[in-house]
Nanobody, 122 residues
């Protein structure tokens, strides 16, 4: 079973930056598909960034141009660099992993980290 642990959240003023990290264990890193989600109180869960089945980074419209997803395969680590943060980015951020089935990311969001809180003040 895959275990995911996030870190790097905190409080920052609008316009600032944070870098979130997620370390995966319990599974071969290359065989899982990684993504970042966020959820704020009273709002739907939102996928903010992911690597798709071809290992191409994609982003939600609300964060394009501001957030960058990256990974270090040797360290089984996933990162989310968040720049130009806005108050509406305030949320709990979660690392998630899909298993691959037939070479494709399953889309099942099989595993989740515990979350790390990001708070952006005006």
């Amino acid at each position: 079973q895959v275990q995911l642990v996030e870190s790097g959240g905190g409080s920052v003023q609008a316009g600032g930056s944070l870098r979130l990290s997620c370390v995966a264990s319990g599974y071969t890193f290359s065989r899982i598909c990684m993504a970042w989600f966020r959820q704020a109180p009273g709002k739907e869960r939102e996928r903010v960034a992911r690597f798709n089945s071809l290992d191409i980074a994609t982003y939600g419209d609300s964060v394009k141009g501001r957030f960058t997803i990256s990974k270090d395969n040797a360290e089984n680590a996933l990162y989310l660099q968040m720049n130009s943060l806005k108050p509406e980015d305030t949320a709990m951020y979660y690392c998630a992993a899909d298993v691959r089935r037939g070479g494709l990311c399953s889309g099942e969001n099989n595993y989740w980290g515990q979350g790390t809180q990001v708070t952006v003040s005006s």
